[in-house]
């Protein structure tokens, strides 16, 4: 399908799907005494739509995707599938038209431009404010200390900014545990909700720090066939 990137996964294997789902949340209630509280967000980049039946069907309500045109393909085979999708990749703003009737959240706005381009197409949608914690511009994200004043815009703008997202560095878990405490105390004292935060490899870290969302893909679907294949169209994940 999209890009020919795109691998059948876990389709035929769903009592494997859900053993690893469960162990995520044991994983996941070990760090936090509010599991509940914690809301999964299944990434089924790299993977073709049974990907997000797997998912569907063993309860999970939210499916994560970073490019346009492959998020745009299989939202539209998976249809029938009670989903929220979320938009994690780069925001680029010709693609915007082609992605507003499939999303649901917007977790990667890292500049005004981008929120107001959102909000042109789709009045009062659900947006998260990305939070560079790493001070790597080429990752995308907004400054931590430009970040209350972009809320404040893109509230302007009739976002309904939910929170806030933030992506860990490379490396062991552990770098990243500065960087999720840093978004949960300025989500808090922003009032926001949502601190969209941890990975396959660090959620446990971000779980510990506040995290209220993880977004994991190869934990749940196993390694993906080919991260970065031709044909793609966002950044880099
Ligand atoms: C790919 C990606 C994920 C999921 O990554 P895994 O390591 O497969 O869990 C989560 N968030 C973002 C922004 C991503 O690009």
Known sequence: MVGGVVTSVAAGDPDGFRRRLDAVRERIAACTDR???VTIVAV???FDVSAVELAASAGLRDVGENYAEEMVAKATLAGAC???WHYLGAIQRNKIPRLVPHVDCWQSVSRHVEGQA???RSPGARVLVQVDTLDREDRGGCPVRDVPELVSRLADEDLDVAGLMTVGPPGPP?????GFAAVAYLADRLDLAVRSMGMSDDFEVAVQEGSTMVRLGRVLFGDRPSPAG???????P
Do not use: S, W
């Open 118 to 120: 959102i909000a042109r």
């Open 82 to 84: 009670p989903v929220n």
């Open 230 to 236: 031709p044909g793609r169209d966002g950044a880099a």
């Open 44 to 46: 089924t980049k790299g």
């Open 35 to 37: 599991p509940e509280e």
């Open 174 to 178: 552990e770098l990243g545990r500065p």
